[in-house]
Each structure stands twice: as C-alpha cells, then as structure tokens.
C-alpha cells in the first residue's frame, strides 16, 4: 500500500521541485525549438560554413550523453571562470541537448516541402532569410508538430537530469526526502506520478493534434 504520509508531510518540497521542473522544461522547450530551428536552417542553408556548423552540432550533441553535456555548463564552465547555479546550468544543458534532435526533425520538415515553394519566394522578390520564415519553415513546422510534440515530452523526463547537479528539482526533492525518511518505493512512485502529470496532458494534446493535421490534409 502507497505511503501518502510521504507526500503530505513533505507537499511544500514536492510542490518546489514540481514548479521548478515545470520552469525548466519551459525554458528549455522554448530555448531548444529556436535553437533546434536554427541550426536546421544551417544545415540545408545555401551556405558550406553554416551547413558544417550546423552539421557538426547536431552530430556531436547527439551522440554524446545528456549528462555530459549538463557538466559541460555546470563544471566546465566554472573551470573557465564563468559560474552558472545548479538550476541554470541543467537547464542550459537540457536546451542544448533537446535543440540537436529537434535540428533534425525541422530539417526533414523543411526538406518535405516542395523545392517549388522556395523557387516561387524568391522570385517575388523575397530574399532567402525572409522565404525560409514567411514561406518555408510555417509549413515545415505544422508538418512536423506530431515528432516535435514527443521531442517535449522527452524534453520533460530528462529534466530529471537536473536532480543530479542538486537543480532542485523533482527528483533533487525526491532523493532528499527519500534520504530523510528512509522510505524509497513510496517516495519515488510519488516524484513518477508528478511526472505524469505533466507528460500525460503533452501526450493526449501531440495526439490530439496529430489527428487534426491528419484530418486537414
């Protein structure tokens, strides 16, 4: 049987770490989506230095470890003079992680749309930068909605990451109450169910409109 005293003797730490995960995978969607959209703009850019830049991160952040790349910003940077607390760091780590997958499903969006709709922008006058925002990249997004929508919902699960470097969240408030109580099943079935909280919701509404897109083609 489920120990709710865990939760309701300690609902102010699990409260403060469900708002700060909540917080961390805001920021880190909307930071990873821009970033992601950018760097997939390189890679099919007319451009051989962006398309190598664009190329070179993607594979490298790709296939390295989330972990690795948190430490990039929570203990490499420090070790070059600039300081970042727990929270910023994982935060900063889970944006530049998640930017290099959501890279790469822009890029197949874009390249799904048809040569022809860049052709006919720029021959109305559009420079590239402005046919790849006006024309290109609305229809490469609303292409790819669905893949996105499960990249945000990977996005909230790794945030767990940040329990590692004390980024006070869920699973930081977790491992202190279960390390107080000495109780671990109940505490952690806990931190899970706030996790569905929020990635059943992401879930339902990525289906939801994957089933809209599906009726409007």
């Known amino acids: 049987m489920l120990d709710l005293t865990v939760l309701t003797e300690h609902w102010g730490m699990y409260a403060e770490g469900f708002g700060n995960t909540v917080k961390a995978s805001v920021l880190a969607l909307i930071g990873s989506f821009v970033l992601g959209t950018v760097f997939a703009v ?7 230095v962006l398309n190598w830049a664009g190329t070179a991160y993607v594979e490298f952040v790709r296939n390295i470890p989330l972990i690795l790349v948190v430490f990039v910003f929570f203990v490499g940077l420090p070790a070059v003079g600039v ?30 749309v048809s ?45 767990s990451i ?13 491992d202190l109450i279960s390390t107080r109580t000495f109780i671990t099943f109940d505490v952690y079935i806990i931190v899970g169910l706030f996790y569905l909280v929020l990635t059943v919701p992401l879930s339902l509404m990525v289906g939801y409109l994957e089933r809209r897109l599906e009726t409007n083609r």
Not at 42 to 48: D, V
Not at 88 to 99: H, I, K, S
Not at 162 to 174: K, N, R
């Open 162 to 174: 940040l329990g590692v470097i004390a980024g006070l969240d869920l699973m930081y408030f977790g």
């Open 83 to 112: 300081r970042l607390d727990s929270f910023t760091a994982g935060t900063l780590g889970l944006t530049v992680y998640t930017a290099a997958f959501i890279a790469e499903t822009v890029r197949a969006g874009i390249l799904s």
């Open 42 to 48: 390189f890679r099919i850019a007319p451009y051989r």
């Open 115 to 159: 040569k022809g709709q860049m052709e006919a922008a720029r021959s109305s006058g559009l420079t590239y930068i402005q046919a790849m925002l006006h024309v290109i990249l609305p229809q490469a997004i609303k292409i790819v909605i669905p893949p996105i929508g499960n990249q945000f919902i990977n996005l909230v699960k790794n945030s």
